[in-house]
C-alpha cells in the first residue's frame, strides 16, 4: 500500500507563506492523483488542491485559487503546497491523500492519507 508523510506545517502570520510537502512511499506506481485536504477544528475535512501525478491536470478549491500552487516531483515521490497570502481562516490541519483511480474533490475517492501537519496562522 501507499504510505504517505507529510511535512512543513506550523506557524506563521496572516500574509506569511508555508511549504507543506508530502512524500509518498511504496506501490507509488500506483497511484493516480494527489491531493490536499484541511480539517478546522470542528470542521469536516475539505477538499484543497489535486494534481494528476502523470501531470497535466490540477484542480483548486475557490477559496484558495491564486494562492495556493499545487506541484509534484515524480523523481522524488513528492507533492507540494506552497501556501502564499496565508489568511486566518487558513487555520487547520492539512492532508494529503492518494488516489488510485480518479481525481475528485470528494475525500471518499482517496485510499490513503498521511497523518496530518498543523498549521496555524496568526492575525
Known amino acids: 500500500q501507499v504510505q504517505l508523510v507529510e511535512s512543513g506545517g506550523g506557524l506563521v502570520q496572516a500574509g506569511g507563506s508555508l511549504r507543506l510537502s508530502c512524500e509518498a512511499s511504496?506501490?507509488?506506481?500506483?497511484?493516480?492523483?494527489m491531493g490536499w485536504f484541511r480539517q478546522a477544528p470542528g470542521k469536516e475535512r475539505e477538499f484543497v488542491a489535486v494534481?494528476?501525478?502523470?501531470?497535466?491536470?490540477?484542480d483548486y478549491a475557490d477559496s484558495v485559487k491564486g494562492r495556493f500552487t499545487i506541484s509534484r516531483d515524480n523523481a522524488e515521490n513528492t507533492v507540494y503546497l506552497q501556501m502564499n497570502s496565508l489568511k486566518s481562516e487558513d487555520t487547520a490541519v492539512y492532508y494529503c491523500a492518494a488516489s488510485l483511480s480518479s481525481l475528485k474533490r470528494a475525500p471518499s475517492s482517496y485510499n490513503y492519507w498521511g497523518q496530518g501537519t498543523q498549521v496555524t496562522v496568526s492575525s
Open positions: 494534481i494528476k501525478w502523470s501531470g497535466g491536470t490540477i
Open positions: 511504496k506501490r507509488t506506481f500506483s497511484i493516480y492523483a
